[in-house]
T-cell receptor
Framework: AQSVTQPDIHITVSEGASLELRCNYS??????LFWYVQSPGQGLQLLLK??????LVQGIKGFEAEFKRSQSSFNLRKPSVHWSDAAEYFC???????????FGAGTRLAVHP | GAVVSQHPSWVICKSGTSVKIECRSL??????MFWYRQFPKQSLMLMAT?????????EQGVEKDKFLINHASLTLSTLTVTSAHPEDSSFYIC??????????????FGPGTRLTVT
């Protein structure tokens, strides 16, 4: 069955430290992959997406993600975290030709000053 | 661009009453809209997919008679929670897909509606 897994429920980092949020997918074919961020009580904002082509994708707010087919992963990274990055992050995917999104469980990011 | 709005942002209703939530794509035409439910500190659960002019497709376990979805135009979808009960209290989020091209697979999300049933 198609699935998206975020192994880390909660991550805490210090402000200025680097960040990597993990995402693994299970699809028959290469899915379209997305990272969203959600602040408390808010909707989802798209950080970046991967459809095809260059496997290193740049997004907004200084985030990037790398698609690794061999590891079925699409990890989100940021070199230096800001306190305003504290939020819930969701990885999601869908299969080409079928636009229903499957979400991971989410990773809650806390940032210490 | 690609802005989706929801109204209301927060609603309180009494048990047994019905409440309607609107989802609008403000600057694009959306052939497909999606309705999600999110419990506190949990991920989004897809409730249904609606295509303009067609009946909505509900996910397994979602009561279609309780959660009525109407997608009357390319810019508006509504979710009506009928005979609401306290267990229906949740955060409801809609999203919309642009009508054509690779972006068909990208969903733009509304800000969500917090429903509290007393």
């Amino acid at each position: 069955a198609q699935s998206v897994t975020q192994p880390d429920i909660h991550i805490t980092v210090s402000e200025g430290a680097s960040l990597e949020l993990r995402c693994n997918y299970s699809y028959g074919a290469t899915p379209y992959l997305f990272w969203y961020v959600q602040s408390p009580g808010q909707g989802l904002q798209l950080l970046l997406k991967y459809f095809s082509g260059d496997t290193l994708v740049q997004g907004i707010k200084g985030f990037e993600a790398e698609f690794k087919r061999s590891q079925s992963s699409f990890n989100l990274r940021k070199p230096s975290v800001h306190w305003s990055d504290a939020a819930e992050y969701f990885c999601a995917g869908n299969s080409g030709g079928y636009n229903k999104l499957i979400f991971g469980a989410g990773t809650r990011l806390a940032v210490h000053p | 661009g690609a802005v989706v709005s929801q109204h209301p942002s927060w609603v309180i209703c009494k048990s047994g009453t019905s409440v309607k939530i609107e989802c609008r794509s403000l600057d694009f035409q959306a052939t497909t809209m999606f309705w999600y439910r999110q419990f506190p500190k949990q991920s989004l659960m897809l409730m249904a997919t609606s295509n303009e002019g067609s009946k909505a497709t509900y996910e397994q376990g979602v009561e279609k008679d309780k959660f009525l979805i109407n997608h009357a135009s390319l810019t508006l979808s509504t979710l009506t929670v009928t005979s609401a009960h306290p267990e229906d209290s949740s955060f409801y989020i809609c999203s919309a897909s642009i009508a054509s091209g690779p972006s068909t697979y990208e969903q733009y999300f509304g800000p969500g509606t917090r429903l509290t049933v007393t």
